[in-house]
């Protein structure tokens, strides 16, 4: 063959590849992919698992749509294990290696407290929808980082402004020893103490994350003789807890206060206590907002299951942010970045913003009590939920920047 002919050929070669890799249809440049670092094993499955059927529902709808300026979705899953150095590594894999565009999860504050030193390092917005220590939003606080839970700070504060006009002034606690419990209890002592200087603080407990056997624990709280047993265990352990302090009888004149989420109450089922206080951070069967009612049916209709607190807040964390590319028109991170401080978006949970000055969305918390319901069977639900709004007890602006990074 001629080396004119070769060449051509050659050029005829690169050209029809070129064209094949251009029109194919699963090239990176038509997907937007988010990486999930997600704490999927362990106590945190069942989060996990609520987590992603609220986010490949989002994905299935938006790219049933058309997708976000003309890109699909694409979710790529690393499992932490609520695992802090797992989770570091994840973000890097995903960022690194599989090129995400944006970041969300963990479950785990202490997770999340590695996860968004990676997603600064790399310029990449994380948004974080289950973890929530206020520390990422104040001392950890990065420009690159959201936050669509309500934080320890306003569970807390939230907590403590409810009982400041209730009766209650007796309290045990036990906690799980990492971030987020240790900067929950820590507002809420100080919280409760100003707006309650006659509460008692009888006893303070900590067990490793992940505990499921509590009779060490027991023997204080029932000496204590308290009217609240406050805790932030969670998932299987706060289960566990439950079933194991039941036959004490201590709950016959006191309440366990803790996260109720949807999870937990399936997992307990009719064992859990009747008329027993507890808290939310975004309970389906409380929200009287038209938007989640539709989101619920569709929920039921793709799982015959009803969707959790993490189903809800992941879905609701990639609606701002597809809302902010749109409203940006790029994938820039700085771009999205200005286009996430101060929006406004129509949550499941209402018409919601994001805080400019810590990237905190204006979400708050649920408090209620156990009750039995026809319509659920299988599990108890709160009644007469109350939502304590995120702007009444959110730390003040000026107090959020002194604990800030200084700008360099």
Not at 246 to 257: F, H
Not at 370 to 394: Q, R
Request: net charge neutral; glycine share 6%.
């Amino acid at each position: 063959m001629k080396p004119k002919s070769l060449l051509s050929l050659l050029i005829l070669f690169l050209l029809t590849a070129g064209e094949f890799i251009w029109h194919c249809p699963c090239r990176a440049a038509d997907m937007i992919r988010l990486g999930f670092v997600a704490d999927a094993t362990g106590v945190g499955e069942s989060w996990y698992k609520s987590q992603k059927a609220g986010i490949d529902l989002f994905i299935e709808e938006t790219n049933a749509a058309g997708g976000v300026l003309g890109k699909k979705l694409e979710l790529i899953v690393r499992d932490s294990a609520l695992k802090p150095d797992l989770g570091e590594a994840a973000a890097e894999d995903l960022i690194v290696n599989e090129k995400c565009d944006f970041l969300i999860g963990p479950t785990s504050s202490g997770v999340a407290l590695r996860v968004t030193k990676v997603a600064q390092k790399h310029k990449k917005i994380v948004i974080f929808h289950t973890s929530n220590t206020e520390g990422l939003t104040t001392s950890d606080f990065q420009p690159y980082m959201f936050q669509v839970v309500p934080n320890t700070g306003i569970e807390s504060r939230g907590l403590a402004q409810f009982f400041a006009v209730r009766q209650y002034k007796r309290f045990s606690y036990l906690g799980p020893d990492y971030e987020y419990a240790r900067n929950w209890w820590s507002n809420f002592k100080s919280s409760i103490t100003k707006v309650k200087p006659d509460v008692q603080i009888l006893s303070e407990q900590w067990v490793k994350l992940g505990v499921t056997e509590f009779e060490p624990n027991i023997p204080t709280i029932v000496k204590d003789n308290p009217e609240i047993v406050i805790t932030n265990l969670w998932g299987e352990s706060l289960a566990k807890f439950i079933r194991q302090v039941k036959p004490s009888g201590l709950l016959d004149r006191a309440s366990i206060t803790s996260l109720f989420d949807l999870d937990m109450l399936k997992s307990l089922g009719m064992e859990m206590p009747e008329g027993i206080l507890g808290y939310t951070r975004c309970p389906f069967y409380g929200v009287r907002d038209r938007k989640m009612q539709q989101f619920v049916e569709k929920f039921y209709a793709r799982y015959r299951d009803w969707p959790a607190d993490w189903a809800i807040m992941a879905y609701d964390g990639l609606f701002a942010l597809v809302e902010a590319i749109k409203k940006a028109g790029s994938l820039d991170s700085d771009k999205v970045v200005r286009a996430l401080e101060g929006l406004h978006f129509k949550s499941l949970r209402g018409d919601r913003f994001i805080r400019a000055e810590d990237h905190m969305a204006d979400v708050g918390v649920y408090v209620g009590w156990t009750t039995k319901s026809p319509k659920y069977e299988n599990f108890m639900i709160m009644k007469n939920v109350t939502l304590v709004p995120a702007d009444t007890v959110w730390m003040a602006v000026d107090e959020v920047k002194k604990l800030q990074p200084r700008k360099p």
